[in-house]
């Protein structure tokens, strides 16, 4: 409270310390608060200390977050086909294998037991490529398609191979999206 006396004002002795424990709270609150900004690194330590940087931040923390996914989604990709082109490379040599003994049969005369005994061969083999073609990353099947929980290749009771996959396609997002305008 103040009094006014010939244009002289006095100001009352609690007042005064009210304003100067009003001033000395805010300035410890300051140094409280650069402080905090000191020890954590961050400029920002809420979002009203300022909306639009914060929402800028915002706005970065998405776009890390997506460009991180789409690391990992490279990542997947790569291994998957890094998985998938050592299981052509097995098929392959099989195939090369079963082409070689079917020339070295057809050209030759052998008996029917030999023939019988490459028989067993290219049975084994049918058995080996059955089984890479099933073969399996991170618990999804690579040439089944879209059918990623399914066995591509089986057997009928006639003891063939069977294809059980479908022929759709599989991808994976390794870009950003350009939101459209429209």
Not at 42 to 64: G, M, R, T
Not at 74 to 79: E, N
Not at 152 to 168: I, W
């Amino acid at each position: 409270m103040s009094v006014t006396a010939g244009g002289l004002s006095r100001v009352s002795n609690s007042l005064e310390a009210y304003s100067l424990l009003t001033q000395l709270s805010e300035n410890n609150m300051r140094v409280f608060r650069e402080q905090q900004r000191l020890s954590t690194g961050n400029q920002l330590l809420s979002v009203s200390d300022d909306p639009v940087s914060a929402a800028k931040i915002a706005q970065l923390n998405a776009s890390l977050g997506s460009q991180n996914q789409i690391l990992r989604n490279i990542k997947f990709a790569s291994d998957q086909l890094n998985a998938a082109d050592s299981a052509t490379s097995s098929i392959s040599d099989l195939l090369n294998q079963a082409s070689s003994i079917a020339s070295a049969e057809a050209s030759s005369l052998t008996s029917a037991d030999e023939r019988a005994s490459q028989a067993v061969v290219i049975d084994n083999i049918i058995n080996q490529l059955q089984n890479v073609a099933n073969t399996q990353f991170e618990g999804n099947y690579l040439f089944g398609g879209r059918g990623v929980k399914q066995a591509p290749m089986g057997s009928t009771q006639y003891g063939r191979v069977t294809n059980l996959g479908d022929s759709g396609a599989r991808s994976t997002t390794v870009e950003i999206l350009a939101k459209s305008s429209t």
